[in-house]
């Protein structure tokens, strides 16, 4: 049984900065690749980074220069660093293992 568990969400002012975790238990981490995905309200989820298990990212357009996404095998967690965050950055974000989906963990930009 695979297990994400995310964590790091929460309410932060516009320019302001958080760092998203998740945590997988239940399978190989280290072989695989791993995303944050994001879901707005009234919007579809959509891809916002990933990393391959030899470390090479990508990011959506709308993020790229402020996010960093990165990954601990040892610890089996990936990391977003979400920096000079804005407004349209709110949504739920979840942690994406081919196959898995975390809970989500939402984040909240206020202007």
């Known amino acids: 049984q695979v297990h994400l568990v995310e964590s790091g969400g929460g309410l932060v002012q516009a320019g302001g900065s958080l760092r998203l975790s998740c945590a997988a238990s239940g399978t190989i981490f280290s072989i695989n690749m791993v995303a944050w995905y994001r879901q707005a309200p009234g919007k579809q989820r959509e891809l916002v980074a990933g990393?391959?298990?030899?470390?090479?990212?990508n990011y959506a357009d709308s993020v790229k220069g402020r996010f960093t996404i990165s990954r601990d095998n040892a610890k089996n967690t990936v990391y977003l660093q979400m920096n000079s965050l804005k407004p349209e950055d709110t949504a739920v974000y979840y942690c994406?293992?081919?196959?898995?989906w975390g809970q989500g963990t939402q984040v909240t930009v206020s202007s």
């Open positions: 994406f293992l081919p196959g898995y």
């Open positions: 990393i391959s298990n030899s470390g090479s990212t």
